[in-house]
C-alpha cells in the first residue's frame, strides 16, 4: 500500500510550455537540459524556473500534471529529485513515487467505458485525415492523439462527427488530442485531493488541456490570453511579457508569501 501523504496545499502543474519547453522555444541563454530524447537535448528549463519550483516545492506539494505517457514523463529530469506524485496520461495513470498505482488506472478503464466507441470512431477519422502528418497513438487505452498539418481543420473534422457529450477535441502545440469527457486534468486533481485530503489545490497550466484543471482550483494561474471561464477561487494571468514558468512560479509565491493558503 502506497504511503499518504497529508498535505494542506496540492499544486497541480503542467509541464510543457508551462515548466519546462521545447529546444525549438526561445528562453535565453541561462537554461539547463531537462529531457534528452534519441541522444540530443530536447526540453529546457531556465535556471530562474528551476530556482523558483525548487522554492516552492520547499513549501507546498507540487504534483505535475500531464498528458505526456509514463515512457514520455520519465524522460523528463528536473535536477531535484523525484516528485512524490505525478498523474500522467492526462490524469489516467498516477504514479506514486514513481510506481504505477494499478487500481488508479483501472478505475479511469471503467470510468470511460461509456466513451470507447466514440475513441473507436474517433481513431478512424483520424486515421482517413488528408492533414495528419503523424501515426495516430492510443495511449494506454485512454486516449487517442496524431498531429497535424492544419490543427483546426482536423479539429473541426472530428467535432463534426463526433459525439461531444462522450469525448472532447482538443489542439494544442501541433497536437490532436481525444479525449474522454470523463478524463480531465481537473476530475483527476480532484480525485488526487481527496486521497490526500489536501486543504487547498492550487493549479498552473498553458493550454485548452489544463482549463479543467485550472477551473476546479481553488487558486489558477495561466496565460492571460487563455480562455480559462469561471474558476472556483482565484485566477490570477501572466502577461507575454514574462516568460511563463517563471511569471506563474513568481505568483505562487506571492500568494503562499500573503497567507492566502493559511
Not at 515512457?71 to 535536477?79: F, N, P, S, T
Request: aromatic content about 8%; hydrophobic content about 40%.
Amino acid at each position: 500500500m502506497p504511503h499518504i501523504i497529508l498535505v494542506m496545499v496540492l499544486f497541480g502543474v503542467d509541464l510543457d510550455n508551462t515548466l519546462i519547453y521545447s529546444y525549438r522555444h526561445e528562453i535565453g541563454e541561462k537554461k539547463r537540459c531537462v529531457e534528452k530524447y534519441g541522444g540530443k537535448d530536447a526540453s529546457f528549463m531556465t535556471d530562474r524556473t528551476w530556482e523558483l519550483l525548487r522554492e516552492v516545492s520547499r513549501k507546498i506539494l507540487v504534483v505535475p500534471v500531464t498528458a505526456r505517457s509514463v515512457e514520455q514523463y520519465e524522460r523528463v529530469d528536473l535536477g531535484m529529485g523525484r516528485f512524490p506524485y505525478a498523474l500522467t496520461c492526462n490524469g489516467g495513470v498516477l504514479l506514486t513515487d514513481g510506481r504505477e498505482e494499478t487500481g488508479w488506472y483501472e478505475e479511469w478503464l471503467e470510468r470511460i467505458r461509456e466513451s470507447r466507441g466514440e475513441l473507436e470512431k474517433a481513431e478512424k477519422i483520424m486515421e482517413s485525415d488528408p492533414c495528419r502528418c503523424f501515426e495516430v497513438r492510443k495511449v494506454r487505452e485512454l486516449f487517442l492523439f496524431t498531429k497535424s498539418g492544419d490543427i483546426g481543420a482536423s479539429v473541426n473534422r472530428l467535432r463534426e462527427r463526433m459525439d461531444g457529450s462522450l469525448a472532447e477535441v482538443f489542439g494544442s502545440g501541433g497536437k490532436v488530442y481525444v479525449m474522454p469527457k470523463e478524463l480531465t486534468k481537473g476530475n483527476a486533481l480532484l480525485r488526487l485531493r481527496g486521497r490526500l485530503k489536501a486543504e487547498t489545490v492550487m493549479a498552473a497550466g498553458d493550454s485548452a488541456l489544463d482549463i479543467p484543471m485550472l477551473r476546479c482550483a481553488d487558486a489558477a494561474i495561466a496565460p492571460a490570453g487563455l480562455e480559462v471561464g469561471r474558476t472556483e477561487g482565484r485566477f490570477m494571468g501572466v502577461g507575454s511579457e514574462e516568460l511563463f514558468s517563471e511569471g506563474m512560479l513568481e505568483r505562487v509565491l506571492q500568494l503562499l508569501s500573503a497567507g492566502w493558503a493559511s
